[in-house]
């Protein structure tokens, strides 16, 4: 009998094209991604080698870094880094022969959540983009990474991407998560367990009831936030939630093949008795709503906690690094977390700016008023993410409780562009991650979910939402 196997081994072995002694293997892609920050010089160096676009059909381009996420960008972007940028994109797009959605497209958002609404991510398949949050994919139980902008060059070119294998990791997620525990306290709860450097090394498969119980928003949820535990990429098994979403999807295979497509998506489970070199159980029903405090995203705590003191950590290099971190965060050893005022509230990112997160975020919103010392916004993650909102009337209930409603993109997930926190503004953000500068020079980040988000802009501070009415 053949060797039990996890889901990522069988995925691996079914997209090997060639393993040297030392490792060394190539790898067959499926599909490949492709935004506008890491793209130019792979474009550049295929146009300098003479070479083409291997299979144009499998890639899919879509600008979202450095859109502006105001009305006013159908009439061009004003800064000029920005626009240079999102041109080139177009043009290699054109030039290549790669489907290309422009800020005038309203399929265009977030590569991330553009390739699951457009049935582009299947399970099964080896994805590839040059962004880290890849990763995100894997909810459809596809291996999908990041790569680096000469990697993107060698898969436009070949279809192909050097690798060798990750160990096998098993994140079991079990029992029920409580009425107002997410996705996002379930990802960031693992992430303060393992670490930023916990899944170093690994490809982490999530499993267990509270995973299985995740909607597909919820799994990209949790998946996205992989990389920010050190895992090449994160995936889980595909099931009947999983095909239900990708059914009748532009890109999804139709009639005979997806009958065919869904028998063998059926087949990517792990074997009983499959080995994995590491095993993380966590129990979901213990969780509470959670609130990063520091500058990394293993910093976390419950909201019904207190920011820990730096001095109980025995390792002096981490003590350094956690003070470092509350000093920059503004922030003192035993304030509670609920007694933290915010300036800025971001719902949105490739983390938590899908329709899910919206309606959840709407439901804390509405009928209420934006604190007066807060200034918050909601960026739908693609333009289909805005027009499912809208149809709901979701942007109504924001616009009247005072949020401001925008374009699609990235924006003050990481401002590339003009959403950006002023020095020492305070923001709670859905987003996944909240180095130093990272929402703007001097930004204060805390990640929360987005039921979290808005009602820490209603109070103007962060409240646990699980008592609060
Ligand atoms: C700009 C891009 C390369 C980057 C990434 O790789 O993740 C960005 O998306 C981020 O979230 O920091
Ligand atoms: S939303 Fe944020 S994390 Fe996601 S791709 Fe954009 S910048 Fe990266």
């Known amino acids: 009998m053949s060797k039990a196997r996890t889901i990522y081994d069988k995925i691996w072995d079914d997209h090997l094209v060639d393993s040297q002694d030392d490792g060394t293997c190539l790898i067959y892609?499926?599909?490949h991604l492709v935004h506008e920050v890491t793209s130019p010089q792979a474009f550049e160096g295929l146009r300098l080698a003479g070479r083409t676009v291997h299979a144009p059909a499998k890639t899919l381009a879509v600008v979202d870094h450095n859109v502006p996420t105001t009305?006013?960008?159908?009439?061009?972007?004003?800064?000029?880094?920005?626009?240079?940028?999102?041109?080139?994109?177009a043009q290699n797009a054109l030039d290549f022969g790669v489907e290309y959605y422009s800020e005038k497209d309203k399929r265009q958002g977030i590569v991330h959540i553009v390739g699951p609404e457009q049935g582009f991510t299947l399970p099964g398949m080896t994805i590839v983009c040059g962004d880290s949050h890849t990763s995100t994919h894997g909810a459809f139980g596809a291996l999908?990474?990041?790569?680096?902008?000469?990697?993107?060059?060698?898969?436009?070119?070949?279809q192909t991407l050097i690798q060798s294998k990750a160990k096998n990791m098993l994140v079991r997620v079990d029992g029920k998560a409580?009425?107002?525990?997410?996705?996002?306290?379930?990802?960031?709860?693992i992430i303060g367990e393992i670490g930023t450097a916990g899944g170093t090394g690994h490809v982490i498969e999530f499993a267990g009831e509270a995973i299985r119980d995740l909607s597909m928003e919820g799994r990209m949820t949790v998946c996205n936030m992989t990389i920010e535990g050190g895992a090449r990429a994160g995936l889980i098994a595909p099931d009947e939630k999983t095909f239900a979403y990708i059914k009748e999807r532009p890109r999804a295979p139709k009639g005979e093949a997806w009958d065919r497509a869904v028998e063998y998506w059926k087949s990517l489970t792990t074997d009983e008795g499959a080995e994995y070199d590491r095993v993380v159980t966590l129990n979901?029903?213990?969780?509470?709503?959670?609130?990063?405090?520091?500058?990394s995203p293993e910093d976390v705590i419950a909201v019904t906690g207190e920011v820990p003191n730096p001095d109980d950590i025995a390792d002096e290099t981490k003590r350094a690094s956690k003070w470092r971190a509350l000093k920059y965060m503004g922030l003192t050893p035993g304030t509670k977390i609920t007694d933290i005022e915010?300036?800025?509230?971001?719902?949105?990112s490739c983390t938590n700016g899908r329709i899910e997160d919206l309606r959840a975020a709407a439901a804390v919103a509405k009928g209420r008023k934006v604190s007066d010392r807060v200034n918050a916004m909601v960026v739908p993650g693609s333009g289909l993410v805005k027009e499912q909102a809208e149809a709901e009337g979701l942007d109504k209930i924001f616009l009247e409780a005072g949020f401001e409603w925008r374009e699609p993109g990235c924006s003050m997930c990481l401002a590339m562009n003009d959403d950006r926190l002023k020095p020492e503004e305070r923001c709670a953000s859905t987003s996944n991650r909240n180095f130093e500068g990272r929402q703007g020079y001097k930004g204060r980040t805390h990640l929360v979910?987005?039921?979290?988000?808005?009602?820490?802009?209603?109070e103007g501070r962060f409240v646990d939402i699980r008592d609060w009415k």
């Open 29 to 31: 892609i499926d599909r």
């Open 178 to 189: 409580p009425e107002g525990v997410t996705a996002k306290d379930i990802i960031l709860a």
């Open 284 to 295: 979901a029903a213990n969780l509470p709503p959670i609130v990063s405090w520091g500058s």
């Open 449 to 458: 979910s987005p039921a979290m988000a808005a009602a820490a802009a209603i």
């Open 71 to 89: 009305p006013d960008r159908v009439n061009g972007i004003k800064n000029e880094e920005s626009r240079i940028q999102v041109a080139a994109l």
């Open 144 to 158: 999908a990474h990041g790569i680096g902008t000469s990697e993107v060059e060698h898969v436009l070119a070949t």
């Open 342 to 348: 915010l300036d800025r509230v971001f719902i949105g």
